[in-house]
């Protein structure tokens, strides 16, 4: 069972900037280069939606608009979304995934 352990959420203003870290515990190399891994996130009542994802590939919710990078660290098995011009709308739980498994999220908090 994998373990996928997420860190760098928080609270900031308008514009400020923020690094999620996903990191996969258990994951072997081999599957870490061909994992399929990104972000979902969900605000209060809404759905789940895409952020972003990265295999051979990176995707981009069109919400992003070039605000946020997804990159993934195959040494440190750890996949990041550095988040740039945040705004109040980006404020949700942030869960990571690679393949089928899933973090258990981080608070995002944008203020105006």
């Known amino acids: 069972q994998e373990q996928l352990v997420e860190s760098g959420g928080g609270s900031v203003q308008a514009g400020g900037s923020l690094t999620l870290s996903c990191r996969a515990q258990?994951?072997?190399?081999?599957?870490?280069?061909?994992?399929?891994m990104g972000w979902y996130r969900q605000a209060p009542g809404k759905q789940r939606e895409l952020v972003a994802s990265?295999?051979?590939?990176?995707v981009y919710a069109d919400f992003v608009e070039g605000r946020f990078t997804i990159s993934k660290d195959n040494g440190k098995r750890t996949v990041y979304l550095r988040m740039n011009s945040l705004k109040p709308e980006d404020t949700a739980v942030y869960y990571c995934?690679?393949?089928?498994?899933w973090g258990q999220g981080t608070q995002v908090t944008v203020s105006s």
């Open positions: 995934f690679a393949n089928n498994y």
């Open positions: 258990r994951m072997i190399l081999s599957t870490f280069w061909s994992a399929t």
């Open positions: 990265i295999s051979r590939d990176t």
